[in-house]
């Protein structure tokens, strides 16, 4: 008798013994025995599969009789689900989805980082790659090159609004005798806007109105406050220019207030030295930030933030990647920019932290903040193309 029989058996006579002289029914057999609960599938089920009672069903992602279980492409249907901006992977059961390059969110759902607004043929913006300078003001990001050839002189704006490209505006007149360099600096300076005005402060120092489209001269710009600096930000609280870096000593810094056209020396010493950097004031708060360093530490990528008027600079924590020659800086949301020759890389001061990246827009020259958000300068095939920042995450 199989060892199942001998079970039954037992079960038989303790029931009747229980019950006495009563009738004992095969349902009464079966219940008692408990066989119904006990699953019995046969042949084993697939590993993606489950067995319930006597039935194997296979998984969710799985597709078969449940002894043998294939795999589902879920891709191969409407994108998996995915944004029609995402890759869809498929996996073991399940799939992924990743947004395209140029494009953020979960994959589920993606959103264009970058939106070309405007091509420009013909105009050439950093021919040489010796550097391009964008600064905005109000709703115009105005940008030049930091050395002009006779056939080649750069400086005009780009109206947010419009999407349209001014002419050419007027260059600066304080140039150097037999030069064309925008710049004249022959190691940096600074491209600074108040909104109003438009400050170029490297070898000699000039203001641009933006209303007027003409320079003038800043006759303070003598002397030791003729330093060049590597960083500049104006600073609405303080109605002051900080100029931090620069060719020295390169972790000192100084100001410049715009109401008097007075040069200074900015109390405290920044924590490490700075040769290309730039800076930036974000809105709501009385904090500057420099980021940036100096070549010869093999670093920079450092970050550091500052009140103008105090003694303290506070490190922060370093960029995820070198800086090196910054192209531009600015803020989305509440968040600070920097911007490389590859990527806008994020700090988000609420928890001390860079959160995440953006690629920048092909051949990327120069960048600015205007209009509240980024604004990015490449050379295209044809010519300057403008890009304008639609979302991080």
Not at 19 to 41: F, K, M, R, Y
Not at 156 to 167: G, H, I, Q, V, W
Not at 344 to 357: L, S
């Amino acid at each position: 008798m199989s060892l199942r029989l001998s079970a039954i058996a037992f079960l038989l006579g303790l029931t009747i013994a229980l019950l006495g002289c009563g009738e004992v029914t095969t349902a009464t057999i079966d219940a008692a025995a408990g066989i119904d609960a006990i699953p019995t599938c046969e042949p084993a089920c697939d590993v993606n599969a489950t067995c319930t009672g006597t039935t194997c069903t296979c998984g969710t992602g799985y597709t078969g009789d449940g002894v043998t279980c294939a795999d589902v492409n879920e891709c191969a249907t409407a994108n998996g689900g995915c944004d029609p901006n995402a890759l869809c992977t498929n996996t073991a059961g399940a799939r992924t989805c990743a947004c395209l390059l140029g494009f953020v969110g979960d994959g589920l759902a993606c959103q264009q980082s970058w939106r070309l607004v405007g091509t420009f043929p013909g105009v050439t913006i950093d021919p040489d790659n010796f550097g391009a300078m964008a600064i905005g003001a109000g709703n115009r990001v105005y940008f030049a090159n930091e050395t002009n050839t006779a056939a080649n002189e750069l400086f005009r704006y780009f109206d947010t609004t419009t999407s349209t490209l001014s002419p050419q505006l007027t260059l600066p007149p304080a140039m150097p005798p037999n030069t064309t360099d925008f710049c004249a600096c022959g190691y940096t300076q600074v491209f600074i806007s108040d909104g109003t005005s438009i400050f170029m402060l490297g070898n000699f120092g000039q203001r641009y109105s933006v209303t007027g489209n003409s320079w003038s001269a800043v006759s303070t710009y003598t002397g030791t406050a003729q330093r060049g600096e590597s960083a500049g930000v104006y600073e609405p609280t303080t109605g002051k220019l900080l100029l931090a870096g620069g060719r020295g000593p390169l972790n000192n810094a100084g100001v410049f207030t715009v109401s008097t056209s007075v040069f200074g020396d900015e109390p405290g010493v920044m924590p490490f030295a700075v040769d290309s950097a730039k800076a930036w004031a974000l809105p709501g708060s009385a904090s500057v930030y420099v980021a940036g360093g100096y070549s010869s530490d093999n670093s920079r990528k450092h970050l550091v933030r500052h009140t103008v008027g105090a003694t303290a600079w506070e490190s922060l924590p370093d960029a995820p990647m070198d800086i090196g020659r910054p192209l531009g800086v600015g803020h989305f949301g509440t968040r600070l920019w920097v911007a490389n020759d590859s990527m806008f890389m994020f700090f988000n001061p609420a928890t001390n932290a860079w959160d995440r990246n953006i690629g920048a827009p092909p051949n990327l020259k120069a960048a600015a903040f205007a209009a509240g958000t980024a604004w990015a300068l490449s050379q295209g095939l044809t010519g300057l193309q403008v890009y304008k920042l639609e979302a991080i995450e």
